[in-house]
């Protein structure tokens, strides 16, 4: 009888290390190139531009800031909430955060031409596909 509990258990102990090394092996995107899932986006191409679109509320468009550099995107921040100072505070569920997240891009961008827009809590930046980037035609002779 207890043989059968000490193979659950086994069974179990192998589920929760399989569950660890995924972690750990950058499945679910953790990496140097994603810290975290804050802001959320969304990537997409349309003609020659990449747009990304991410949700920031709550933010000054001054308290955002953009880098770019080759086929990264940088988004960072810090939201700082205050409160009277001599306020007796009940409940605390929005808070000071700091956010830092880098988003690799598909093509290689003119940093020149990158055009971003915050409006409504939402992030969007348009992204122009770099001339030295995209294919060129051959003639053939």
Known sequence: MFTRFS??????????NAVEAARLSDYFGYSTTQRGAYPFINLFQENDNIILTAEVPGLKKEEIKLEIKEHLLRI???REI???EKAS????ERRNFNFDRTIKLPV???ANKVNAEYKNGILTVVLPRA??????SIEIN
Do not use: C, M, W
């Open 7 to 16: 193979n659950a258990f086994d069974t179990l102990a192998g589920i929760q």
């Open 76 to 78: 960072s921040g810090k």
């Open 82 to 84: 205050a409160y009277p």
């Open 89 to 92: 505070v009940h409940r605390l």
């Open 108 to 110: 290689k961008v003119d």
């Open 131 to 136: 001339e030295s980037d995209k294919p060129k």
